[in-house]
């Protein structure tokens, strides 16, 4: 196993043999097929060229190699309901986040009563708590881009607010109402015994 930097001669070299448009990326010599045949997940980042496997879609963050810029680079906010003592835990969602190779620059929580939770509530509408933001380069995340319109919304300004996905996470308040709503039962458990 090798790294190799970008800017040395030899990164400069395989860039151009590879043409390769960003970094990190992994170049794979050898019995390239067995690899495959082990590993098949690995041809959704990349694909054999010249016999030797060229990963250029590993997820982000990544640095355009022409431009320089960073891309992927996010910051979450987890907005509380501290008078809701059995609503969900708005962090669970790193998980989720994880699992689409997210993980956020800089995170911060707020309630919803605090000075900074209530300009956001106010500013996004925002009519669930607790909630999720997310702001950053989130267009750099592709499969995480096409499943967060299932949840919540993009604003105008590049927010992502997690909006609907709140009875599938736990209990969770709800503004208008004025009321909690509890979390429903998961009507899918199976018996043991069968």
Not at 74 to 96: A, F, G, H
Request: aromatic share 8%; with cysteine; hydrophobic share 35%.
């Amino acid at each position: 196993v090798k790294t190799v930097k970008t800017a040395s001669l030899e990164g400069t070299a395989l860039i151009q043999q590879y043409n390769l448009q960003r970094a990190p990326a992994i170049i794979v010599q050898g019995d390239v097929e067995k690899l495959l045949k082990i590993l098949p997940q690995l041809q959704s980042y990349g694909q054999v060229q010249d016999d030797d496997f060229v990963g250029r879609a590993l997820p982000a963050p990544f640095k355009e190699i022409q431009s320089g810029k960073i891309r992927g680079e996010m910051d979450v906010t987890y907005i509380t309901e501290k008078q809701c003592k059995e609503c969900y835990d708005p962090t669970i969602n790193r998980q989720i986040l994880a699992r689409f190779g997210m993980v956020p620059k800089s995170e911060k929580t707020v309630d919803r009563l605090d000075a900074e939770g209530e300009r956001l509530v106010k500013h996004y509408a925002i009519t669930t708590t607790p909630t999720v933001l997310l702001t950053g380069d989130l267009k750099a995340y592709t499969d995480f881009d096409a499943v967060w319109k299932q949840v919540g919304t993009i604003e105008p300004d590049g927010t992502y607010i997690f909006r609907t996905g709140q009875a599938q996470m736990g209990t969770y308040y709800d503004l208008v109402a004025k009321k909690v709503v509890a979390a429903k039962k998961n009507d899918t458990s199976t018996n043991s015994s069968q």
